[in-house]
């Protein structure tokens, strides 16, 4: 079946410093990887998506990278700041015509120290 | 920025209630989610609607849920006869019609938390 997990369940990083957050996923069909951000009490933030025939998308201050061979996604975000913390998701989109649900991995939760 | 709203924010209901939440999707979209979240654990695929009709939906979308969109701006969950697990924050979500490229990129509300007593 498909699954989406997530290696760290805490990630504790100094302000100003690079994180990187990682997540592993076994559905090969996937044809989009996305990633989330949740504050407390909100809802999920998209942030950036990488296709699968990527390995590698830029956004403002967040890279995604996309290893198939390992089947592994992260996502690294530059010169973490206090308003990075919150807690990570990455999904997994197949691309049916239909609905084209997300499935979510667990997260992980990042915090940033000042 | 457009943004998709849900009402209520918090709701407390009794088991065997009825339960009715409401969103208003990012008006030019077309497709419609519910995600449900429990407490400390992932966003969970509840139901997905596109053209007056369900797309797909879970396990978890039993005879107890039902989705309608009334008018042209209101998507609703309801939640027939709510049981103590139905306790969650129910996430509602949109997206453009397009399957690739930025149009589907799927957006969410803020939320609904749902306490069943």
């Known amino acids: 079946g498909e699954s989406v997990g997530l290696h760290l369940p805490t990630l504790s990083v100094q302000e100003g410093d690079n994180s990187i957050i990682n997540c592993a996923y076994s559905?090969?069909?996937?044809?989009?990887f996305i990633w989330y951000k949740q504050e407390s009490g909100k809802g999920p933030q998209f942030i950036i998506d990488?296709?699968?025939?990527?390995d590698k998308r830029q956004g403002q201050r967040v890279t995604v990278l996309l290893n198939k061979t390992v089947k592994h996604l992260s996502l690294q975000i530059a010169a973490t700041q206090p308003g990075d913390s919150a807690v990570y998701f990455c999904?997994?989109?197949?691309?049916?015509?239909?609905?084209?649900?997300?499935?979510f991995g667990t997260g992980t939760q990042l915090k940033v120290e000042l | 920025e457009p943004e998709v709203t849900q009402t209520p924010s918090h709701q407390v209901t009794q088991m065997g209630q009825e339960v009715i939440l409401r969103c208003v999707p990012i008006?030019?979209?077309?497709?419609f989610y519910w995600y449900r979240q429990i407490l400390g654990q992932k966003v969970e695929f509840l139901v997905s609607?596109?053209?007056?009709?369900?797309?797909?939906k879970s396990e978890i979308f039993d005879d107890q849920f039902s989705v309608e969109r009334p008018d042209g701006s209101n998507f609703t969950l309801k939640i027939r006869s709510t049981k103590l697990e139905d306790s969650a924050m129910y996430f509602c979500?949109?997206?453009?019609?397009?399957?690739f490229g930025s149009g589907n990129t799927i957006y969410f509300g803020e939320g609904s938390w749902l306490t069943v007593v």
């Open positions: 979500a949109s997206r453009e019609s397009r399957d």
């Open positions: 559905n090969s069909a996937s044809d989009y």
């Open positions: 990488i296709r699968s025939n990527m």
């Open positions: 999904a997994e989109k197949k691309i049916t015509g239909g609905g084209n649900k997300l499935t």
């Open positions: 008006s030019n979209h077309l497709y």
């Open positions: 609607f596109y053209n007056n009709e369900i797309s797909e």
